[in-house]
């Protein structure tokens, strides 16, 4: 991006988006729908005319997809950086409007342009992939907290197969499982839809411990296996990457995971680890080596994280199923 000469950072909104001009300290407002859009190819154009710029704004979740999709479609460089990073960049910020939120984007697309990669959208698939797992998980959480309701109510009353109560809980919850094995069954044929998709969610699902949703989750998080270059991002994207933490002579603290990551990811890596280690002698062992080293258990459980993390993007850059090689000693 350093031969760009000039960047428009906006911010978007639910309604609006504020656009800024860097170098020429231009702001302008629009709406945050495709009208809106064509006004702002149109005002860059009349600002700017034929120097090269690029469009650099925040990943606000289905706020700024709209504005992402219409970019790409029109051929448009830009760049979609994480909102969190933006924000430590900009030092001490006394007040907050999304005007001045523009500028600042600018302003740090500007001094990081060399360091910045254009963005690209998601395949319409893995959008839709997307959604569908986002609508799963809220069905699922309203299935528990109604079961957990049924629960209560049966320890409380004397007959609750008669009370109408716990009759509609149960056909609410009936009804939800459905709806979720409707939606894991749309999962199934994206993943058979496109040949790279069908090959990498087969080699996926060679590995034990790794079932269809958390399948379909590495695929979506890593753009089918092209976002990150290597195992160990991924790991420090989903929060188990351990990091040490020292200062001089005095601070020597052990290595820990940092608090930033996805947290969805985390926890289908932490159920997908426990039935690893039921389920696959190699990494039974693993783990029962790292406890006898002294390691607490959750230490030991973030290491057969990492290993399912590493043993996925090699079977991937294989293309080879993953294969256990304990089942062949002798």
């Known amino acids: ?105 600018a302003r740090y697309a500007w001094l990081h342009r060399e360091e910045l990669k254009p963005s690209s959208v998601k395949s319409k698939e893995l959008q839709e992939l997307g959604r569908l797992l986002a609508f799963r998980d809220q069905l699922v959480r309203d299935r528990t907290g109604m079961k957990n309701s049924l629960k209560e109510l049966q320890s409380l009353l004397r007959s609750p197969s008669t009370d109408i109560c716990c009759k509609t809980i149960q056909r609410s919850i009936a009804y939800v499982s459905k709806q979720v094995l409707v939606l894991e069954n749309r999962m199934n044929a994206i993943m058979r839809s496109k040949i790279s998709l069908d090959k990498n ?14 399948s379909c989750q590495l695929l979506y998080h890593t753009s089918n296996f092209k976002r990150f270059d290597n195992w160990r991002q991924f790991s420090s994207y989903c929060g188990t990457a351990p990091f040490e933490y020292s200062s001089g002579t005095s601070i020597k603290r052990r290595n820990k995971c940092h608090k930033i990551g996805d947290r969805k990811m985390k926890t289908l890596l932490s159920l997908a680890s426990v039935s690893a280690i039921q389920h696959d002698s190699e990494l039974r062992h693993y783990y029962k080596r790292k406890l006898a080293e002294g390691k607490p258990k ?13 043993r996925a993007f090699v079977v991937i850059k294989r293309g080879t199923p993953y294969v256990e090689l304990q089942q062949f000693a002798a």
């Open 1 to 105: 991006m350093k031969n760009y000469v000039d960047v428009i950072g906006i911010d978007v909104s639910k309604l609006t988006i504020d656009a800024h001009i860097f170098k020429k300290s231009s702001h302008c407002l629009f709406m945050n729908n495709t009208k809106g859009f064509v006004k702002l190819l149109s005002w860059a154009k009349k600002e700017l005319g034929l120097v090269s710029f690029f469009y650099c704004f925040e990943n606000t979740g289905n706020y700024s997809l709209k504005l992402s999709v219409f970019l790409a479609d029109n051929a448009m460089v830009y760049v979609e950086e994480n909102a969190l990073t933006i924000k430590r960049s900009a030092g001490i910020v006394r007040g907050k409007t999304d005007k001045l939120d523009s500028a600042m984007i």
């Open 201 to 214: 969610f087969s080699l996926l699902k060679t590995m034990r411990g790794v079932g269809l949703i958390l």
């Open 298 to 310: 959750m230490v030991a459980l973030n290491n057969v994280r990492n290993k399912l993390l590493s």
